[in-house]
């Protein structure tokens, strides 16, 4: 069967049949890509514990669709896409392990299918190395099974930017048959048939995944989606050449169909679209010039929220890559373009650009997990840098640029690791506290149906099957005069720090300390009226 796979840019514009080639598994580089999807998978399950309970943000996503625990308050920079993900689990299961084995076992079936859109772009060899590159960060490794959007954008980046270059390629080569017909070359009509009908399919399949792939990462973030698109977007209205009306649809649906659900949401639960976007601004500290590079340096010690960021940047061990990448990046655009195949190159940087820009320069806080749609594009233009410095040296220095290589790579492996082994430490201990403190207030009597409101709320919340509630801060979604009435009917606890001081709804409420929390729990006379 004719494969349509590699048909790539530079066939697309070079006069001349397209050449398909790669008609067998091991040719068309199945094996390296499964190989680094497995192994991103396995990874995942020995180094990240399925039974580390969920974190902060997860415990709202999850809460939306477990039947177990009330819905938390979902803010306004939230999309809904990370809680029908895990719906398959949570809607029916509470179990944590089940929910982590469930979510590697995807994101390494979502990373090969990932790496695909990009056959017949680069070489297979490229492709695995960008994946295992990606794939090994401790960033990666961490939220790969996490219940969070940011590895999922990642992956619908690399899905819609590849199969864009992929649409364009087959349209490209399209015109070139149609030119060559039109001159007067003669071919057999059946092969011709046969590749205009392989060239139709792939075609066809491009504008799908490049749709597709806008659709994932506008459910999952919509403002992330914009970001990524723009250079698409970009190219198809300003590069009269590449002008292609149904690919530019086909991004335009993507991104509406993934964005609608967080649009209608907007209007229905956030007083307008305006007002959703302007309260994001507000919870993600208000959205104007704040050089962040410098917290992103310091979060890639494995710190998952850098907010405040203070203290000194990670050790050079730890973020030589990130110092790295960038020049692997530069050395890979000017190694596609001598090779007159710059547009492959320069589109997936532009997109890693501009996705970066509003985590280094919009924001005045940093976490790790922002920058991963950007590394993903980006290892891919690296891991080409790498391959050509391992091949293209000549017979003497060869053999020292793939030591120097080597080395370099086992250097980052065992820094990688040393850090997700440190927040996976941290992360756990933090998780079992949270579970330590729901099993305390059910001690106490503070048992489903239940409120608890202040200090961490909505973890402690979740944890003990209870709602939460604050009065103030970026998760405010009740009043003091809500609080007492519940007070009247379930338990109520308010949590403040240890020492700290209470509410004033709960200032005369007898309090108990436990761990790292002081709980103030609403008396029993409150529900019997007195």
């Known amino acids: 069967m004719v494969s349509s796979s590699n048909v790539t840019v530079a066939e697309a514009r070079r006069p001349g049949p397209v050449t398909v080639t790669g008609t067998s598994w091991r040719e068309r580089g199945e094996g390296w890509l499964w190989g680094v999807a497995g192994a991103f998978t396995a990874a995942q399950l020995a180094l990240v514990r399925p039974g580390t309970g969920l974190g ?163 459910v999952m973030r919509p403002t992330d989606a914009v970001w990524v698109t723009l250079p698409l977007l970009a190219v198809l209205v300003c590069v009269r050449r590449r002008w292609h009306p149904r690919l530019l649809a086909a991004l335009l649906a993507g991104l509406t169909a993934g964005a609608a659900p967080w649009v209608i949401e907007a209007y229905t639960a956030y007083g307008g679209l305006r007002q959703r976007l302007s309260d994001g601004s507000r919870v993600q500290g208000g ?122 790579l086992a250097g980052h492996l065992v820094a990688q690791y040393a850090v997700l082994e440190r927040t996976v430490e941290r992360t756990t201990a933090s998780r079992e506290n949270w579970t330590r403190t729901a099993a305390e207030l059910h001690r106490l009597g503070v048992r489903p149906p239940c409120l608890v409101t202040g200090h961490q709320a909505i973890p402690v919340g979740f944890y003990a099957r209870c709602a939460s509630g604050n009065t103030r801060g970026n998760n405010a979604n009740t009043t003091r005069g809500e609080i007492l009435r519940t007070a009247e009917r379930v338990p109520v606890v308010a949590l403040t720090a240890p020492g700290a001081a209470p509410p004033a709804y709960a200032r005369d409420w007898p309090t108990h300390r436990f761990g790292g929390f002081d709980f103030h729990l609403a008396p029993a006379g409150l529900r019997d009226g007195r």
């Open 56 to 218: 902060w943000d997860e415990s709202v996503y999850v809460s939306q669709v477990s039947p177990d625990a009330p819905a938390a308050f979902f803010s306004a920079p939230r999309a809904r896409g990370v809680s029908w993900l895990v719906a398959p689990i949570a809607s029916w299961s509470s179990s944590t392990p089940l929910l982590r084995i469930y979510l590697a076992v995807l994101s390494g079936l979502a990373l090969y299918l990932a790496l695909r859109a990009w056959r017949g772009l680069f070489p297979a060899r490229v492709l695995a190395g960008a994946g295992a590159l990606f794939a090994t960060l401790w960033v990666t490794l961490f939220y790969g099974p996490q219940a969070m959007p940011n590895y999922w954008v990642a992956i619908g980046a690399l899905v819609c930017v590849g199969c864009f270059l992929r649409a364009q390629a087959h349209r490209g080569a399209r015109a070139d048959r149609t030119a060559r017909a039109d001159g007067g070359e003669r071919a057999e009509d059946g092969e011709r048939a046969d590749h205009a009908a392989v060239a139709d399919r792939g075609h066809r399949a491009a504008l799908w995944g490049a749709g597709a792939g806008a659709a994932l990462m506008a």
């Open 287 to 408: 959205l104007g010039w704040n050089i962040a590079v410098d917290d992103q340096l310091r979060s890639l010690g494995g710190r998952t929220l850098c907010r405040p960021c203070t203290g000194g940047p990670a050790d050079l061990t730890v973020t030589f890559w990130w110092y790295l990448l960038p020049v692997l990046a530069v050395l890979g655009l000017v190694v596609a373009v001598r090779a007159r195949r710059a547009e492959v190159t320069l589109i997936p940087l532009a997109c890693a650009a501009t996705a970066a820009v509003p985590y280094l320069f919009l924001i005045g806080y940093a976490a790790p997990r922002f920058l991963l749609p950007a590394y993903a594009l980006l290892f891919l233009v690296a891991a080409d840098a790498l391959a050509h410095l391992v091949t293209a040296p000549g017979r003497t220095w060869r053999p020292v640029a793939v030591t120097l290589v080597a080395l370099v």
